[in-house]
């Protein structure tokens, strides 16, 4: 025992002695590793948001069919579809677009009462009245909005709204430029009345297939959609797939550059430790404790730039919000996100990453070692 922690203090040491190689070493590591792990905490986040948003959601989404894509669904069939044995809540929407002055916002007119319990004021309240909204923090930092202030939108510029509340930037990804009113007036500002973009179904466990039936009854010749949360979670899962699919083959083309130059960087100085493995053998050293010499040093160096790139990702999403890699996950923001970003740091990608960054560096240095403790101590100290 005590000759393998001998061999990692003299492997501590070798590396403090060259640290121009270390340095080098590290830099690489950490160049292939961040882009990495802040990739897969990211990923894993909005995924997770993604997957929570879909659970708590309704059963079931019904909306009309046009040209294959959904269609506002009237009012009209609200009671009747209220009356179908197993259904315990029914929640008409409107969800839509709209331009407040050069800014996308997207509009959400439901009843106050089905408003989700992830929007969370952080101030004002919830609206109550007629023309009252609550606005998302990207928006309200934005136009500078604040508690009272008034405003008109392009698709309706005789209707004036006013702001009484504006929820956390924690609520969710989708809330920054997010706007809650009620529903009428959500009909009124884009000219759709007695309409709903969607109607959300909420049952009881196993009665899915049965309303299905009388839904099917109830719209006979009307072409309506019907979606369960496992049609919906498919949507989502197939675009976050392509997204991750666009950075993976970026990130293969960085990574395919950064290999070949990590490879070199753990051979650097590869005459000098020629001869110190020369030297080492005819001081009576076995080959078995050279590589063992040589493992740690790579296990030392492995971990100190994986430790590093894990603590630089963290510091990536914390204080710049992901900049410049959150695009390739959530459609439609800006370089520098302006809400907070999604993110988990597990200890499965960051173990792997350390394995991978020892793998490379063993690769590149153990082959050449080997080879070194081999030769003649004469031939290695030429």
Not at 221 to 244: A, S
Not at 250 to 276: D, H, M
Not at 296 to 318: C, H
Request: net charge neutral; glycine share 6%; with cysteine.
């Amino acid at each position: 025992m005590n000759k393998h922690i001998n061999l990692l203090l003299l492997a501590t040491e070798n590396l403090l002695r060259h640290r121009t190689k270390t340095i080098v070493v590290c830099l690489c590591i950490i160049a292939i590793l961040t882009p990495f792990i802040t990739a897969i905490a990211i990923s894993d986040g909005v995924r997770t948001q993604s997957q929570t948003s879909v659970e708590k959601g309704a059963d079931l989404y019904l909306t009309f069919d046009e040209f294959g894509r959904n269609a506002a669904v009237p009012l009209k069939y609200l009671d009747e579809i209220k009356k179908i044995f197993g259904v315990t809540k029914v929640i008409p929407r409107i969800i839509g677009r709209g331009f407040l002055q050069n800014k996308l916002a997207v509009i959400v007119g439901i009843d106050k009462q089905n408003i989700p319990e992830s929007v969370d004021c952080i101030s004002g309240r919830i609206f109550e009245k007629t023309n009252e909204v609550v606005v998302g923090h990207d928006l309200a930092r934005h136009f500078h909005l604040n508690i009272g202030d008034q405003f008109s939108m392009r698709a309706q510029q005789r209707k004036t709204f006013t702001v009484v509340g504006f929820f956390s930037a924690d609520s969710s990804i989708w809330g920054s430029s997010l706007m809650f009113m009620s529903f009428k007036d959500a009909g009124e500002l884009f000219g759709k009345q007695d309409v709903a973009t969607d109607i959300q179904i909420y049952s009881l466990p196993g009665h899915n297939s049965e309303i299905a039936t009388d839904l099917h009854d109830i719209f006979q010749n009307e072409p309506y959609r019907l979606q369960d949360k496992h049609i919906v979670e498919l949507y989502f899962k197939k675009g976050f797939m392509l997204k991750e699919g666009i950075f993976t083959a970026l990130y293969i083309v960085a990574f395919a550059l950064g290999v070949p130059a990590i490879l070199v960087a753990s051979g650097f100085g590869l005459s000098e430790r020629k001869r110190e493995i020369g030297i080492m053998k005819a001081t009576g050293w076995h080959t078995l404790e050279v590589l063992e010499l040589i493992s740690f040093e790579q296990l030392l160096i492995s971990l100190l730039g994986a430790t590093i790139a894990i603590a630089l990702s963290i510091f990536w999403v914390k204080w710049f919000n992901g900049a410049f890699i959150a695009q390739f996950f959530i459609a439609e923001i800006n370089i520098l996100p302006k809400f907070t970003l999604p993110a988990r740091f597990l200890p499965l990608p960051c173990l792997l990453s350390f394995f991978f960054a020892f793998l490379l560096t063993m690769v590149g240095s153990v082959y050449s070692s080997w080879r070194a403790s081999t030769e003649s101590p004469v031939v290695s100290m030429k």
